[in-house]
């Protein structure tokens, strides 16, 4: 099994500040690579997939990078809505696994 | 617009079989474009894969679940569902169904269930 490990698991970052999430596959998962982010009470939406890929409706100040074992999701200017649980997560093996997830709260 | 809707018993005696069913909206489970899969995630933890199927029937389950774990599909009705016998309190998650795509990745959710195991 894959283990995503992501870093750090708490971001404090002022509105309009960038922020950078990483995540660390055990083994090389290539660019089979999803982020997602979890407001409180709500299910995990789809932002990034494909290491770089912006999901449908997702605004253009969330970048991915990546590949191998090392990725890297971006937000240049934080918005009040996204603060947030982010999680990355592996499909290119079975079982399909998660990150630890790194909460992203206002400073 | 495609929907997900968990439903099911919100509490389930340890020993049990947890039983929830995803009824589907706005698209189709016999759809060749995508699969659909059960997650979960316990009160203030992180998120766990449990299963995917096909509309084919083709099935892939979390080994860490499998002995537990089954999960059907009922394109007649719009439907799947997962069953999880001999339930602990380690059970205790939010359930929540997703379509996948043909890659696995989850690109819409459903709200989720909170099922809590407890006598």
């Known amino acids: 099994e894959i283990v995503m490990t992501q870093s750090p698991a708490t971001l404090s970052v002022s509105p309009g500040e960038r922020a950078a999430l990483s995540c660390r596959a055990s083994?090389?998962?290539?660019?089979?690579l999803a982020w997602y982010q979890q407001r409180p009470g709500q299910p995990p939406r789809l932002l990034i997939y494909a290491a770089s890929t912006r999901a449908t409706g997702v605004p253009a100040r969330f970048s991915g990078s990546g590949s191998g074992t090392e990725f890297t999701l971006t937000i240049s200017s934080l918005q009040s809505e996204d603060f947030a649980v982010y999680y990355c997560q592996d499909y290119n093996n079975w079982p399909l696994t998660f990150g630890g997830g790194t909460k992203v709260e206002i400073k | 617009q495609l929907q997900l809707q968990e439903s099911g018993p919100g509490l389930v005696k340890p020993s049990e079989t947890l039983s929830l069913t995803c009824t589907v909206s706005?698209?189709?489970?016999?759809?060749?474009?995508?699969?659909w899969g059960w997650i979960r995630q316990p009160p203030g933890k992180g998120l766990e894969w449990i299963a995917t199927?096909?509309?084919?029937?083709?099935?892939y389950y979390n080994p860490s679940l499998r002995s537990r774990v089954t999960i059907s599909i009922d394109t007649s009705k719009n439907q799947f569902s997962l069953k999880l016998n001999s339930v602990t309190a380690a059970d205790t998650a939010v359930y929540y169904c997703?379509?996948?795509?043909?890659?696995?990745?989850?690109?819409?959710w459903g709200q989720g269930t909170l099922v809590t195991v407890s006598s």
């Open positions: 199927i096909y509309y084919t029937g083709n099935t």
């Open positions: 706005g698209g189709s489970t016999s759809s060749t474009s995508y699969c």
């Open positions: 997703a379509r996948q795509d043909t890659t696995m990745v989850a690109s819409d």
């Open positions: 083994q090389t998962i290539y660019n089979k």
